[in-house]
């Protein structure tokens, strides 16, 4: 009698293997229901829209419709939670209260989206945690004092003329449809290389810049999907995928980009030293700031570390406030009554422009009001998560134990009508001093709050400041209506198809 194949020496260890494989991968499944049944228990106070068994919320956001998502706020009061597959969850919380209770704590960022922005970022502000964070936002505030700040707004002036120059010659003396996201893009490039790298580059007349700009749109495009992709959370999967294959692609670019500037600035600095001809520079730029503590502090500020924080500010510089003033310039635009009066305040500051200084933006206070309402109805990061070290009880007494990420949707916050009334409606008498008092101070959050707030909000204030003040002064901007602004929510908001508006040269100026 034949001997049956398990009984032959190459088979039982085949048969053995595949018995404890297929253990493991029941030991797996069963930890991953038990995993879904506790969180399916934790989170049942909080009420959730339907939900596909298997795909969860992920058609739900990923699409990008923010009406979809103001619609579930109204419906779903103070939070909600947003199935990523069937074993991940990321809960969602837009009233102040609750902010509140979840920003004064010293939770990690989500191990999600941070985890994802490393390979662009590096282990910046943005990504790291615990002490290694504290010291290098102690090392690089500095860089953000008024002193500093106020040697920026005639760099930054500068570079909106140049934009505004090349607009008068696209325009010349006609009513003329421009996509004015690109150039304001390119012209928030200037801003930063001149401001962070000390670099005149001629970015906004030269087309040299243009891989950099796509690459940083693309690579914010790939992370966002991959975060409502539940498949791709996996490293090995993303990895091999042609989404992985083009961010790293879409890195190398980014990276090498800064790494030359990086690298340019240094042997300047040692020239310098060595034959003792320091140049003064004008002002002191971010690269300083951050060549100075790492000399203070090389044991602990590494090449790497610099690197990864010129790349933060950068790119998450260069996104946010490209979008900030082009959500303005919107939003004046749909409201020409708001947009004189503005001019008008501007006028009564600046005369004819030829110069702006530090205290006259202090001096615009309509314009102000218009920007936070412009903040507040669009947001440039439409939100913020972290992962709970531990368990946390929310003011209504309902509680969220550890493990969970919590998203806080500055949108939906911004956008909560139990907040705001009307507050699809552009209105800049919510920010008057009266209204603003009266009102919970977590429930405009545009740049976060507690200890992990946004340490560039200075800057991005004076930056808009500069921008709509000099823009207002020679152009009269009004809507296309063939071609409404469309949001599309990436790590940071993102026009769908550009901004088109209809751009008349001023003859006053």
Same mark, same amino acid.
């Given at each position: 009698?034949?001997?049956?194949?398990?009984?032959?020496?190459?088979?039982?260890?085949?048969?053995?293997?595949?018995?404890?494989?297929?253990?493991? &991968?029941?030991?797996?499944?069963?930890?991953?229901?038990?995993?879904?049944?506790?969180?399916?228990?934790?989170?049942?106070?909080?009420?959730?829209?339907?939900?596909?068994?298997?795909?969860? %919320?992920?058609?739900?956001?990923?699409?990008?419709?923010? *009406?979809?998502? #103001?619609?579930?706020?109204?419906?779903?009061?103070?939070?909600?939670?947003?199935?990523?597959?069937?074993?991940?969850?990321?809960?969602?919380?837009?009233?102040?209260?609750?902010?509140?209770?979840?920003?004064?704590?010293?939770?990690?960022?989500?191990?999600?989206?941070?985890?994802?922005?490393?390979?662009?970022?590096?282990? &910046?502000?943005?990504?790291?945690?615990?002490?290694?964070?504290?010291?290098?936002?102690?090392?690089?505030?500095?860089?953000?004092?008024?002193?500093?700040?106020?040697?920026?707004? =005639?760099?930054?002036?500068?570079?909106?003329?140049?934009?505004?120059?090349?607009? *008068?010659?696209?325009? &010349?003396?006609?009513?003329?449809?421009?996509?004015?996201?690109?150039?304001?893009?390119?012209?928030?490039?200037?801003?930063?290389?001149?401001?962070?790298?000390?670099?005149?580059?001629?970015?906004?007349?030269?087309?040299?810049?243009?891989?950099?700009?796509?690459?940083?749109? =693309?690579?914010?495009?790939?992370?966002?999907?991959? +975060? /409502?992709?539940?498949?791709?959370?996996?490293?090995?999967?993303?990895?091999?995928?042609?989404?992985?294959?083009?961010?790293?692609?879409?890195?190398?670019?980014? %990276?090498?980009?800064?790494?030359?500037?990086?690298?340019?600035?240094?042997?300047?600095?040692?020239?310098?030293?060595?034959?003792?001809?320091?140049?003064?520079?004008? /002002?002191?730029?971010?690269?300083?700031?951050?060549?100075?503590?790492?000399? =203070?502090?090389?044991?602990?500020?590494?090449?790497?570390?610099?690197?990864? *924080?010129?790349?933060?500010?950068?790119?998450?510089g260069q996104d946010t406030m490209a979008g900030g003033i082009s959500w303005l310039l919107y939003h004046l635009a749909l409201n020409p009554e708001h947009q004189e009066r503005c001019r008008e305040e501007i006028r009564?500051?600046?005369?004819?422009?030829?110069?702006?200084?530090?205290?006259? +933006?202090?001096?615009?206070?309509?314009?102000?009001?218009?920007?936070?309402?412009?903040?507040?109805?669009?947001?440039?990061?439409?939100?913020?998560?972290? #992962?709970?070290?531990?368990?946390?009880?929310?003011?209504? &007494?309902?509680?969220?134990?550890?493990?969970?990420?919590?998203?806080?949707?500055?949108?939906?916050? %911004? %956008?909560?009508?139990?907040?705001?009334?009307?507050?699809?409606?552009?209105?800049?008498?919510?920010?008057?001093? #009266?209204?603003?008092?009266?009102?919970?101070?977590?429930?405009?959050?545009?740049?976060?709050?507690?200890?992990?707030?946004?340490?560039?909000?200075?800057?991005?204030?004076?930056e808009l400041k500069v921008a709509i003040a000099l823009i207002l002064l020679r152009f009269k901007v009004s809507p296309d209506p063939t071609r409404p602004l469309v949001f599309l929510p990436q790590i940071v908001l993102?026009?769908?198809?550009?901004?088109? +508006?209809?751009?008349?040269?001023?003859?006053?100026?």
């Open positions: 009698m034949e001997p049956s194949w398990l009984e032959m020496r190459w088979a039982r260890p085949l048969y053995l293997a595949f018995v404890f494989c297929l253990a493991l &991968g029941l030991l797996q499944a069963i930890k991953l229901y038990l995993r879904r049944q506790r969180l399916l228990r934790d989170l049942c106070p909080f009420p959730a829209p339907p939900t596909h068994w298997f795909y969860g %919320h992920q058609k739900l956001l990923q699409d990008g419709e923010m *009406e979809k998502l #103001e619609e579930l706020v109204g419906k779903y009061p103070c939070a909600f939670p947003c199935w990523v597959g069937p074993f991940q969850v990321f809960f969602y919380i837009y009233d102040p209260d609750y902010a509140k209770a979840f920003l004064s704590r010293t939770d990690p960022k989500s191990k999600y989206l941070y985890k994802f922005l490393i390979p662009c970022l590096g282990k &910046g502000l943005v990504s790291l945690e615990g002490p290694k964070w504290f010291q290098h936002r102690h090392l690089l505030t500095p860089g953000f004092n008024f002193n500093i700040l106020k040697s920026y707004v =005639e760099v930054m002036a500068h570079s909106v003329n140049t934009m505004l120059d090349k607009w *008068e010659k696209i325009c &010349g003396p006609q009513d003329t449809i421009v996509e004015v996201f690109e150039h304001i893009t390119l012209m928030t490039l200037d801003i930063l290389m001149k401001c962070v790298l000390s670099q005149e580059t001629n970015c906004q007349t030269s087309s040299t810049h243009d891989l950099y700009v796509k690459a940083t749109f =693309e690579a914010s495009k790939i992370i966002f999907h991959r +975060l /409502y992709n539940f498949l791709h959370h996996l490293d090995i999967i993303f990895k091999f995928s042609p989404q992985g294959h083009r961010l790293q692609e879409m890195v190398k670019i980014l %990276h090498q980009y800064t790494e030359k500037i990086i690298q340019d600035r240094k042997k300047l600095l040692k020239n310098e030293k060595k034959y003792g001809n320091t140049q003064k520079r004008k /002002y002191q730029d971010f690269l300083d700031i951050i060549l100075s503590a790492q000399a =203070e502090n090389d044991n602990n500020f590494s090449d790497t570390d610099l690197q990864s *924080e010129v790349n933060t500010f950068m790119l998450a009564g500051i600046l005369g004819d422009g030829s110069s702006i200084t530090w205290d006259q +933006l202090g001096e615009m206070s309509y314009t102000t009001m218009c920007i936070k309402e412009s903040l507040r109805l669009a947001p440039p990061v439409p939100s913020i998560s972290r #992962e709970l070290s531990k368990p946390i009880t929310f003011p209504d &007494g309902r509680s969220l134990p550890a493990g969970i990420t919590v998203v806080l949707s500055i949108w939906g916050l %911004h %956008h909560n009508p139990a907040i705001w009334e009307n507050p699809k409606v552009f209105d800049p008498s919510r920010f008057s001093q #009266e209204n603003s008092d009266q009102r919970q101070p977590h429930s405009f959050l545009p740049f976060s709050a507690g200890p992990r707030n946004c340490i560039g909000q200075q800057f991005a204030m004076i993102k026009p769908k198809n550009g901004v088109y +508006l209809h751009l008349k040269k001023l003859p006053c100026y």
